[in-house]
Each structure stands twice: as structure tokens, then as C-alpha cells.
């Protein structure tokens, strides 16, 4: 029998730790702010692991921590880009080949959004190392990237989270 796996929340963080995005996927509005702490407070975990790992070639790292009634999860990109999975806790045990299945799929869709060559048209040239177009994830020219989280989101809750067909 699968877990019941929902995901609460997602965010992209820069390698300068600025948020890229923070995308939640709860029905209320009051517990958005909950998700910012915990994506900034995993930060503070994933430098940890990092930096205990050594030149690890690993991007999973696995559980972070669990909050209240939240698992989350952390993935750091080649390019040192962290993604943050916040998980609702359930009474069953969540795989790791779940989660890390999640995770790629979430770094293609962030991969293939950067790779759009008409996302940074209007990014100076001297500003290669400048990750503030990024910080404008709101902008129209992510909408394609926000409408692929969301795709994963709805497909990971109905896929992963339903143990058998009705």
C-alpha cells in the first residue's frame, strides 16, 4: 500500500540564498508564512550537510527535518540551487526514491526554465554571476515554470498519494 503523500510546499532557493520560489499548495492563505520559515530554516541545514559531505556528489539529502505536521526534505543542484519539499507527515513511512523521483522532476522543470533563451533578454551581459532575473519568478516569462510545479504537485498527491484505483 503507497503512502497517502501530499505535498504542501515547494521552494527554489538561489545559490546566494535568495528565495526563487515558494509555492504552496494548501487550501489556506494564513499558513503561506509558515512555508518562507521553513524553507529558510532548511537552509541552514542544507549548508550543514553540505559542508559536512565533503565534495559529495550527492544532490538528495534526504529527510531535514520534521515540524509539527510537516516532513520536509532537501535537494541541492550541481549549480548549488536547493530545492525544499515540505511533505504533510502521515502515520506511514515516505520512500526515498519517491521523494528523489520528485526532486529530478522538479530540477528538469527548473533547468528547462533557465534554459529558455528568451527568459534573460533583458539582463545586462556583465551580470553572468547576477541571479536577480531569477528573483523575479512573478514575472510572465516563469509562468510556463509555476504551471510545471503545479503540474508535479497535482501529480504526485493523485499518482503516489492513492493506494488503490476506484
Request: charged share 20%; glycine share 4%; net charge positive.
Amino acid at each position: 500500500m503507497a503512502p497517502n503523500l501530499r505535498l504542501n510546499a515547494v521552494a527554489f532557493v538561489s545559490p546566494q540564498n535568495h528565495p526563487i520560489l515558494i509555492r504552496t499548495f494548501v487550501k489556506q492563505d494564513e499558513f503561506a508564512i509558515k512555508y518562507h520559515y521553513i524553507a529558510h530554516t532548511s537552509l541552514d541545514v542544507i549548508e550543514e550537510r553540505v559542508s559536512s559531505s565533503g565534495k559529495s556528489a550527492e544532490c538528495y539529502l534526504g529527510l531535514l527535518y520534521a515540524l509539527e505536521d510537516v516532513a520536509v526534505y532537501g535537494y541541492i543542484t550541481p549549480l548549488k540551487v536547493k530545492i525544499v519539499l515540505a511533505f504533510a507527515m502521515a502515520d506511514t513511512v515516505i520512500k526515498d526514491v519517491e521523494v528523489n523521483m520528485i526532486f529530478k522532476a522538479m530540477h528538469m522543470a527548473y533547468y528547462s526554465a533557465i534554459a529558455n533563451p528568451f527568459l534573460k533578454l533583458d539582463v545586462p551581459v556583465d551580470a553572468a554571476q547576477d541571479h536577480s532575473p531569477y528573483l523575479q519568478v512573478g514575472s510572465a516569462k516563469w509562468k510556463h515554470f509555476r504551471r510545471r510545479i503545479d503540474e508535479i504537485s497535482r501529480v504526485t498527491t493523485r499518482v503516489v498519494g492513492h493506494s488503490s484505483l476506484p
